[in-house]
């Protein structure tokens, strides 16, 4: 993350753009539209700069080491899980509790889902089992 703080003035700016998300004093969050199309600018040989620029960014505000940070960001991401990986995740998996109270359906799904993990780790601490005493006999 840059060093470089926005000023109120600056972060409304940047809120009007299309591509942006949302903005704080430390970052920006830009749409999965606009990650996608930087990348596939970027695979036709544009530069950050260029990119953003393109885009009606100002270069001088957003930054372009940000800029750059950013693009090889979304680059790694890409390359490790195609489009879904520059997909915003924060808000599916929050790390937070549900505040609602999970259906009978929901409940028994995690059930089963508890059930076959615990079958599998079994099978697999007996496998474990069965080749430690194959080891044994051997010597």
Do not use: C
Not at 1 to 27: C, E, G, R, W
Not at 48 to 65: K, L, N, P, W
Request: proline share 1%; glycine share 4%.
């Amino acid at each position: 993350m840059s060093k470089i703080l926005f000023t109120d003035q600056n972060q409304q700016i940047l809120m009007k753009h299309p591509y942006v998300k949302a903005v704080s004093k430390k970052a920006i969050t830009y749409t999965d539209e606009f990650k996608a199309r930087a990348i596939k600018e970027y695979e036709n040989g544009k530069f950050a700069r260029q990119i953003f620029e393109d885009a009606g960014f100002d270069i001088e505000i957003v930054g372009i080491e940000r800029a750059k940070s950013a693009l090889k960001r979304w680059r790694a991401a890409y390359q490790e899980s195609g489009l879904s990986g520059l997909e915003d995740t924060r808000k599916y998996r929050s790390g937070r509790p549900l505040e609602r109270e999970l259906s009978i359906e929901e409940k028994y799904a995690r059930l089963e889902a508890q059930n076959a993990l615990l079958r599998a780790e079994n099978e697999l601490l007996k496998k474990i089992d069965l080749a430690e005493r194959m080891l044994r006999k051997k010597k």
